[in-house]
């Protein structure tokens, strides 16, 4: 069985997130991307959500749960490296999942510390809390366990 590496993972949730655009017009995103690089910086984001002026909106950083920064979404170093890439974007919002679960962050928000700036925590639960990539393989992870998030 080949391994799900956070690329392959995160490719996947890009495709998810576009269906879910597709199935809501209403929505204000053009598509999701995979690994943008903001013009100066070599960091790339991990997945940018467009909005339809084609300007990232939400960018964010997956990280698999079994590594050491994946064990949560509130892993600091992950949560500053995911707020650097959405400010070199120019993104109002980033995110850092670690599969299970996904935290939407502000990230400009004057006289408020990053770590207050929590908007949205949601459990993404696909039947199981994924704590291997095996476990991920095996799991039948789709656009419909998604729709929470991306509304």
Not at 35 to 41: K, T, V, Y
Not at 100 to 125: A, E, I, S
Request: hydrophobic share 40%; net charge positive.
């Amino acid at each position: 069985m080949a391994t799900v590496t956070e690329w392959t993972f995160t490719s996947d949730a890009a495709k998810w997130i576009e269906e879910i655009i597709k199935q809501k017009p209403s929505l204000p995103f053009l598509d999701a991307k995979v690994e943008l690089r903001p013009a100066a910086s070599i960091k790339r984001g991990d997945i940018i959500i467009r909005g339809r002026d084609g300007k990232p909106i939400i960018t964010g950083e997956a990280k698999m749960p079994d590594k050491p920064d994946g064990n949560s979404p509130f892993n600091e170093m992950v949560v500053r490296d995911a707020h650097d890439k959405a400010d070199d974007f120019g993104a109002p919002y980033f995110f850092t999942w670690n599969v299970n679960r996904c935290v939407l962050w502000q990230t400009f928000q004057k006289g408020v510390p990053l770590v207050d700036r929590k908007n949205l925590c949601r459990n993404l639960y696909f039947g199981a809390s994924l704590r291997s990539v095996q476990r991920i393989a095996l799991t039948s992870i789709h656009a419909s366990a998604l729709p929470g998030v991306c509304s």
